[in-house]
């Protein structure tokens, strides 16, 4: 199976897996909504933030693994691989020890320390350890996971985790009906954990993908170390991430009050699922990009980070227009004229879902070539200067405030950063790189003009009426301009080259030219 082919699935399957999320993010959430307090809603949201901090107990080991599994699986019959695989196992078993140390402790001081009302003390601690036993069982099986990606094989992982959507909302419902209020999360998450790491074990062993008896090697520390040393530099990077990221329900609810925070819960779930859409371009190619690189093909490796850069950037301008101007009637919508915000919030965070893609692509060019020897601090640094901004902004502000410390830390420090490395690393001149960023920036001016006057004649109308009226028109003219207008000449040659021929004349005069 060519390279190519495999990355095409991992795509697929992937939009697949995110179609399931939707379906389960639209039809999860007015089910709590119908069985929990508002307070309890912001509590159950709340938690899902924690769950991703508990995660940095990784200390960095899920990308020193994935990316590392790749330079050895083209050693599996030498010991090299299974002695990988091997300490990387036992690596997850006593992170898994250090998750449920850690919960404990933060189950006791975690209330006090974010404000959560008194009523709701003892239902925050039960849930952060059930959270945390929950982390520490996928932390001591996800070595299943790792060599399934190593070998891109996304498509097994992505077409069970699609269905295990359906096991966790089945549980969920269950759980709510017989009483179990804001624990049923958790009994959901269990089965569905179970059922996943049997499915990954499986085809790890059907695929013979796991090394060959006699080939298996020991742990070794030399092993541990090199994991450890790329460990720690994607900790800190991952870090980074997760303040500037993924930390503004933590942020909100000292600041504004558990309300607050299930309000951003529920007005910034579409803008995930979009975030997801864009960014699965990137982290679908990250393997074969990492195969490129150990492989030394230098000049492919160039010219596939280059293509998908641009079209990251230009998914992103679609996407976040298609947000800002579509989020608030399907809120109203969805959540049944309980939850809504100020327009401007869905246009700020439009424009920094572009500004976080394109950088993304750039940085996390740094952790395919496992050079994150500064841009680490770099992404540490723009996660201090979010929470500082944020934390004394957003008393006053608000979520405007909020969203814009977020746009001011990402464009200051690794957005500008991201885009000098890449200048450096391949002896660019800026010229070239900005002109990276002009397709993207041309679909924005274009696609913003067009909504805006489609919102304004539809201003007056119902949200069922807005979101139809605006997203149906919006999209048609975003698909119809994406590939002509979205590429620049060299990826649509590229790219002709993976359409089937009747979708050539929307690349335009250029489509048609082959790569010389």
Not at 260 to 265: E, F, N, S
Not at 347 to 362: A, E, K, P, T
Not at 443 to 468: C, D, E, K, Y
Not at 494 to 499: D, G, I, T
Request: charged share 10%; hydrophobic share 50%.
């Amino acid at each position: 199976m060519s390279r190519f082919h495999r990355y095409k699935q991992a795509l697929v399957s992937g939009y697949f897996l995110l179609g399931a999320n939707i379906v389960y993010s639209l039809a999860s959430v007015p089910l709590a909504l119908a069985y929990l307090s508002r307070s309890e809603f912001g509590l159950w949201a709340l938690m899902a933030q924690i769950a991703g901090y508990i995660l940095l107990i990784d200390l960095g080991m899920t990308g020193s693994v994935s990316r590392i599994l790749v330079d050895y699986k083209d050693e599996s019959g030498t010991g090299a691989y299974g002695s990988m695989i091997v300490t990387s196992s036992l690596v997850g078993l006593v992170q898994g020890a250090l998750v449920l140390l850690s919960g404990g402790l933060l189950s006791i001081v975690g209330a006090r320390l974010l404000h959560v009302p008194g009523d709701l003390a003892h239902q925050f601690a039960m849930l952060l350890l059930g959270q945390s036993a929950l982390q520490a069982f996928a932390f001591s099986c996800r070595i299943l996971m790792f060599v399934l990606t190593a070998h891109q094989r996304y498509d097994v992982i992505n077409y069970s985790q699609a269905g295990l959507f359906g096991v966790n909302y089945a549980a969920l419902w269950a759980g709510f009906a017989l009483g179990f209020g804001v624990y049923s999360s958790l009994w959901a998450q269990a089965l569905a954990q179970f059922i996943g790491v049997l499915i990954n074990g499986w085809w790890c062993f059907r695929l013979k993908l796991m090394p060959k008896r006699g080939a298996w090697g020991k742990p070794t520390w030399p092993l541990f170390k090199e994991l450890f040393e790329f460990g720690k530099d994607f900790f800190m990077f991952a870090l980074g991430s997760q303040m500037v990221n993924a930390s503004q329900t933590i942020v909100v609810t000292p600041l504004l009050g558990l309300e607050a925070a299930g309000l951003w819960a529920v007005c910034t779930r579409a803008y995930t699922v979009v975030c997801q859409l864009v960014w699965r371009i990137l982290d679908y190619s990250a393997t074969p990009l990492s195969e490129m690189f150990v492989r030394g093909e230098q000049r492919r490796f160039f010219e596939r980070f280059r293509s998908i850069t641009i079209i990251t950037g230009s998914m992103a301008a679609v996407c976040g227009v298609l947000f800002a101007f579509c989020n608030q009637p399907f809120v109203l919508i969805w959540a049944k004229g309980r939850f809504g915000w100020s327009a401007f919030n869905d246009i700020l965070l439009g424009f920094w879902l572009v500004l976080i893609s394109v950088q993304r692509c750039h940085c996390g060019l740094l952790g395919v070539k496992k050079q994150l020897r500064t841009v680490k601090y770099i992404y540490f640094g723009e996660g201090i200067l979010f929470v500082c901004l944020a934390s004394i902004t957003s008393r006053y502000g608000g979520f405007e405030a909020l969203i814009a410390s977020s746009i001011a830390a990402t464009l200051s420090l690794s957005f500008a950063y991201g885009l000098w490395r890449t200048k450096i690393d391949f002896g660019l001149e800026w010229k070239e790189v900005f002109s990276w960023l002009y397709p993207a920036g041309r679909l924005l001016v274009l696609l913003s003009a067009v909504a805006l006057g489609i919102g304004w004649l539809t201003a007056s109308l119902s949200p069922v009426t807005r979101l139809v009226g605006v997203g149906l028109p919006l999209g048609v003219v975003a698909a119809a301009c994406l590939l002509r207008w979205g590429l620049d000449g060299e990826t649509q040659r590229w790219v002709s080259q993976k359409l089937p021929g009747s979708l050539q004349p929307l690349l335009g005069s250029n489509g048609g030219q082959p790569i010389s």
